[in-house]
């Protein structure tokens, strides 16, 4: 049932992507951008829903059976090889969904929150029970319609193959876009890159947490921008600009950070037709994003007093679950420590403040960070540059230099972003590994356009790439499950399920359910609502 869920929840995924289109009347036939419409309008789904009602069983099948109804009504025969394609990257990558352990902070919060979320309605207060709580991620809300009859609890962990799997198809239909090849290949190039760099860097799902779906999205809009500053205005397909909008603010809602990332929509806008930006007034994409961006805020809040959290200027000290202003700062403190090298499981440097500040913390972060962790990161980066080099290795022709003027910009955009991720949070989780990648691709990219190549020559070498690609994301996924059987002595395939501490996992459920006479109860429009304080 395990693997049926699986392509069910694909499929309804699909479906609501469509009805989006309609919706927005953006009438796109791309399976993968309908895959991320459908994440979008679920995730907003789930988010309204979740203050009025628990996602059990019976919700859930019901959101399940919709989509399938949206499929069945949207399909047409003429798009069958496309939804094969889709189904073949799908089938790859059950590989991917069968893991024995999950991500470290899986247990910590990320399936706590999911779990209160789908045993009762979205408290008021969260936060006040664990700081994971406090910053929430959307991805928690989408996993949340996945807990479905006979399988219980055994979904929670597979939404980011849906990130991953849509995001390697709209790579690969870019890849293979001849328009594009004869108009300007380094897009096609920027593709193949990415999806060999996602697919072999990315290819643990116990590793993805909430940060890599994030990244992925950020590769895809990048590539999104790329293809639409290679097109005058007037032949703009608006629709790009439009998905622009919809994946940041998806991204946002992912993690709150993110944000940081809305200067490229608006560099994107901008730097094709500035007057767009006052006919972003008049569609309805923009007020479908704007409703999504105030609830992704807006969850922040109840959780945790914040809009930004941990932006102390964006929090209140006056609400009834809102956080001491001490804990915030605290907790700034922390993160970039932790980014910083100055704390791991085992050791906590004294002088926390101290350390952070200046260049204290970059000797010890040289020592114990940067090696091994970023420089085998960049070696990985190098070894990828060298194989596409050598493989599409060919005469040099002559490019005009302003024709790669946006990519200079573009590039000093991301630049400015690997500073400010190298002075405050230089992990590669925080934004290190998109960053560096995106960087290193843009530039090799020149090179590589700048091959005099042709599109077939270009296909047949770019198949050999995604097979070698695939060949690793499955071997490594294949040693993976094994070395998993063997430390746990379980048979992923035979009996999945991953390791479960009920008493850990439902901890915070346990103590709401415990205290829920001590909290206060607010109402709002006639519904109740449960405040939660520590």
Known sequence: MFLVYYFLILLSIVGYGNALSKILSLNTTSLGFLGILGISFLTLISYVSSLFISHGYFFNILILLLGLIFFLMNFEKKNIRSFLKLLAIFIILIIFIYVKKNHDDFGYYHFPYISIITQIEHPIGLGQLNNGFRNHSSI??????????????????????YFLGFSNFIFLEYV???????KFKFINFFALLVFSFVNIFFYRLAEHGTDRSGMILIFLLTLLILSLQNIKFEKIDHKKIYFILILTTLLISLKTYYIIYIPLVFYAIISVNISFILRLLKIKTFYYCLIFFIITIFYNFINSGCLIYPALLTCFDNLYWSLDSNVIIETNIWYELWAKAGATPEFVVKNRSEYIENFNWLSNWIENYFFNKVSDFILGLIAISVIFLFIFKSKSENFLSSKYKYIYILSLIFLLYLIFWFMKHPALRYGGYHIFAILVFLYLCILLNNYKITFNTFYKKSILIILITSFVFFGRNVHRVIKENKIYGQNSFINYQYDYDKVFYNRYLDIIYKNKKLYKKYYILGKEFLITKN
């Open 140 to 161: 928690f809300f989408l996993s949340s319609l996945f807990y479905l009859p006979l399988v219980g609890i055994n979904l929670l962990h597979i939404a980011p193959v």
């Open 176 to 182: 293979k876009d001849k328009k594009i090849f004869n």
